[in-house]
């Protein structure tokens, strides 16, 4: 069974940036379609971007698409989503997830962003 | 992108009580509908795919129908455990995009 661990919990300064991990164990990691999903306190789940590791192809929303940037390491089965120009709004709960057959079927236990001055 | 709504945004109901969510799309996304539940502090759940189609492992309590524009998510019988947060998902366009949710909570 795949699993998904996310990095630690982050605290950054307006107009920092930060980036967060997800390392994927349990399967073969070039085939996966991963995403980025945000949940900000009390509101509902935002997607933020998408990788598939294979061809090195990423997706982004586009209200997020100048700011935000997702990788993958194929040597480590990690893939990182980095958010520049960090501002109060994007303190959020940050979870990556594998895509099957077009739903979000694993979801990594979330990481905690907090953007503070 | 393909916005999504939910209604009701809220809804308070009993252990036993029928409950039915609907969820709209802003166009057709035929049937690349999923729905999940999220509890306080975890993860969202799968529970149901392709609009239809029920998660393995999720109760056959909830069902989902619709295609096009209008899908419904339906728990036939509302379980203790069924007090959540839920979700519609759009699969249609590559740019995924959520509905806002809908809370279930006791009456």
């Known amino acids: 069974q795949v699993q998904l661990v996310q990095s630690g919990a982050e605290v950054k300064k307006p107009g920092s940036s930060v980036k967060v991990s997800c390392k994927a164990s349990g399967g073969t990691f070039s085939t996966y379609v991963i995403n980025w999903v945000r949940q900000a306190p009390g509101q509902g789940l935002e997607w933020m971007g998408t990788i598939i590791p294979m061809f090195g192809t990423t997706n982004y929303a586009q209200n997020l698409q100048d700011r935000v940037s997702i990788t993958a390491d194929e040597s480590t089965s990690t893939a990182y989503m980095e958010l520049s120009s960090l501002r109060s709004e994007d303190t959020a709960l940050y979870y990556c997830?594998?895509?099957?057959?077009?739903?979000?079927?694993?979801w990594g236990e979330g990481t905690t962003v907090t953007v503070s001055s | 992108d393909i916005q999504m709504t939910q209604s009701p945004s809220s809804l308070s109901a009993s252990v036993g009580d029928r409950v039915t969510i609907t969820c709209r799309a802003s166009q057709s996304i035929t049937t690349y509908l999923n729905w999940y539940q999220q509890k306080p502090g975890k993860a969202p759940k799968v529970l149901i795919y392709?609009?239809?189609s029920l998660q393995s492992g999720v109760p056959s309590r909830f069902s989902g129908s619709g295609s096009g524009t209008d899908f419904t998510l339906t728990i036939s019988s509302l379980q203790p455990e069924d007090f959540a947060t839920y979700y519609c998902?759009?699969?249609?366009?590559?740019?995924?995009?959520f509905g806002p949710g809908t809370k279930v909570d006791v009456k």
């Open positions: 998902q759009q699969s249609y366009s590559t740019k995924f995009t």
């Open positions: 392709f609009a239809s």
């Open positions: 997830s594998l895509l099957q057959d077009y739903y979000m079927d694993v």
